[in-house]
């Protein structure tokens, strides 16, 4: 018997009874359908994490020092020390001075008050910054406290208006800074997003925090895999200075994020044994009408006994005919998938493309299931005994 | 002599019902030769029936030995046995059984599918069938958009389309009306003389008459084997039938 032949006979056996095929597919279509929305859903949350942890920088390690009140710190010099020393490991490493100051615009009457991070020349190749217009801050700035700054886009259209903004004097904690770079836009110029920046030497941030030590160091890893070796360079440095590594955490991106992706993967698979179950309700749907369909069938089994069919024959029939059902199923669950997973990015506001991936495992399982459920229905129908099966009315 | 195609040696078919023992049949011998045209006759309950399944191969004797063709069938399994419906032995049936899903074509290409011919060899001998039966153009329809003769034909042609070595026919005049059965049984008798080994099992002793042979079953033993003409109650049918066509 050939393929072609069984799968028409099986297509030919489905269309004969549509309604009843319908409703035994159910259960498979929303199994998959459930399934591939799920998996499309998780991915596009996941997608997200993982674009906002690669836009704060992969290779990026955040070091602070929290030994306050020792009189032993981790200088900048030490961290250059350390740069010099493991230049295969490490691009660059910046100090990081964050604090909250007064800033005003000359044009303005009212000053704001908004945060102004202390980098040295290297930042912006630490994080991926883009300067549009001027420069970025350059060593002599650093090392010779110029007052200069580099701002993000929101505070160029605020104070200035756009392009405007390059050469003007900003005011920070009452000192006058110059402009010389304004960053691209990254953010539509949001307040509070990614461009209300505005980065100052280091030297003067630190000058200006009234804290001599510098605390917060920000290191690019030239390579992701060398994220750990990395890390024990710095707490060994660590060591060396402050005599323990306790009072230093350093904070890899790659680590953050390989944990985040662990909790949504766990999650994901969570989501997906709870679909499972549908497919395999659907499954036992299927066993059903074929246990149902087999009674039915019996004299047309008697009659194929009687011309020579073998039990491998029927057997064939039915499986086929049972992995056909849950195959039509499981296309038209990948249809309800892919439709519903689009439907619910758009709402949800992710960017959810229907995963491959899950499609083939979704289809694949649904048709196994058909085919194992299939069995034993098939099973009792070959073990008919043709004499028995040609006098069933 | 040349081997019987069909022979049977003292088979026993008992069945156990709760207490009672029901012998459907109880010492059966007889031997079918390559050529004949034999009717088992006997009224319902005789035991006609599970002759005819045994023969078929479609039921196991309790005990006694059939061989077909010289091969002991009782040892065979449930495959082997399929192998040899497929390949020896042609059904006809009263009820046709002919599966209503499928066209007439489909449906006696039905044997040859499963003896694993190709496609194209399964075309050509079904069409070589149907065209026996003289039903070559209708091979695309349902059986249900044919009459009760035709369908009985194409049930035929399904039973010659596999050459089997014996035609076995249970009622095969049953559910049709006496004109159609004439045209059926004088099929049949052509069948016969073209070579072909027929069985036919029925209780109509005019069906019978057309056979050259009659076994007549009785609770389960065979009461008379021999020339259809020698069986007396056939005469007296085949007589009272002559005097009634004499009187119109």
Redesign the interface.
Known sequence: MNIGKTLKLAISSILSNKMRSFLTMLGIIIGVAAVIILVSIMDGVTGQVTDTFESIGMNNLSVMVTSRGSTRAIEPEDMYALLDEHSDTFSYISPNVTLNAVIKAPTETDSDTGSVTGVDETYDEIKRLTVEQGRFLQYVDVSKMLKVCVIGTYYEQEYYGRGKALGETIRINGQPYTIVGVFEEQADSAENSSDQCLYIPYTNASKMSWNTTISSYTAYVTNTDDIDKATSIIKQKATELLGSSDNVTVIATKEILDEVSSITDTLKMALVCIAGISLLVGGIGIMNIMLVSVTERTREIGIRKSLGAKKKHIMSQFVFEAGTVSGLGGILGIVAGIIFSTVAGKLLGLSVVASPGAIVVAFSVSVAIGVIFGFLPAKNAANLNPIDALRFE | MEQPLVEFSDIYKIYTMGDTEIRALDGVSFSVHKGEFLAIIGQSGSGKSTCM?II?C??VPTSGTYLLNGTDVSTLS??QL??I???MLG?I?QQY???P?LNVLDNVK??L????LK?SEQTARAMEALDRVGLRDKCRHKPSQLSGGQQQRVSIA?ALA?SPSVILADEPTGALDSKTSREVMDFLAELNQNGNTIILITHDNSIAATAKRVIRVHDGKIIYDGPADGDDIIRSTVLSQKEKEAAI
Do not use: H
């Open positions: 399944n078929g479609l039921d449930d495959n399929a192998e419906r497929n390949e059904f049936f059984n002919l599966l899903k039905l044997p599918m499963y003896r694993g496609d399904r596999g």
